[in-house]
């Protein structure tokens, strides 16, 4: 089973209330946030601006844990957001005594709201793929790889041999070894390890 992550395409920002009645009583709380996309292996960054507003607000930390909570259950497969910048722009409350919960809540359902807003996109394992060849194969080999959605990133020809260097989407590597070994007579090697996570297109 291949373990995707999930971020989002662009930005966006929402206001988002949380209310609770106990005994009557009405509490509430209310988180304002912006997302926008992070660089590739940045993970989650939260910037709690609100500060520069309000130094002295008293309950970023449950904001911050309602956010991290909602990242670990994207909007498209359920995998976690990653790679994903958060603004906390304001935050209110109406009653001291259940703010922590109010606000988390309220943070914990803005921020999925806002990345269903955002255009939610799937990333998938990029494996750092290492082939090395006779030069009789090379030209199929190739070919192969691009109709994998590889990526080539490095070719070195020997006088006989030639090693390929590509990223490689685990989605479309399952078989690969059984297929390299059709390609090549049998002949040809390769090596393949976990790189990094990234979009692919059609994907």
């Known amino acids: 089973q291949v373990v995707y992550r999930e971020t989002i395409d662009h930005s966006a920002s929402v206001e988002q209330a949380f209310e609770k009645i106990i005994n009557g009583v009405q509490y509430k709380g209310v988180v304002s946030l912006a997302v926008e996309p992070n660089a590739r292996g940045q993970g989650t960054v939260i910037l709690p601006e609100l500060l520069k507003q309000q130094p002295d ?65 799937l990333l998938v394992p990029i494996m750092s793929l290492t082939i090395t060849t006779p030069n009789e194969f090379l030209g199929e080999i190739i070919s192969d790889l691009h109709a994998r959605k590889c990526q080539i990133t490095n070719v070195v020809s020997l006088d006989t041999a030639t090693t390929v260097k590509a990223n490689a989407p685990l989605t479309h590597m399952f078989g690969y070894s059984t297929d390299l070994r059709s390609l090549s007579q049998g002949r040809a090697a390769f090596s393949m390890y976990f790189s990094h996570y990234d979009r692919i297109e059609n994907e």
Request: aromatic share 10%; charged share 20%.
């Open 57 to 121: 607000f008293p309950f970023v930390q449950p904001i911050e844990e309602g956010i991290l909570e909602a990242s670990q259950i994207g909007t498209i497969k359920g995998f976690p957001i990653t790679d994903i910048r958060v603004s906390i722009l304001s935050a209110s409350f109406n009653n001291p005594d259940f703010a922590r919960l109010t606000l988390k809540m309220a943070s914990y359902d803005g921020f999925k709201k806002a990345c269903v807003e955002g255009g939610p996109v």
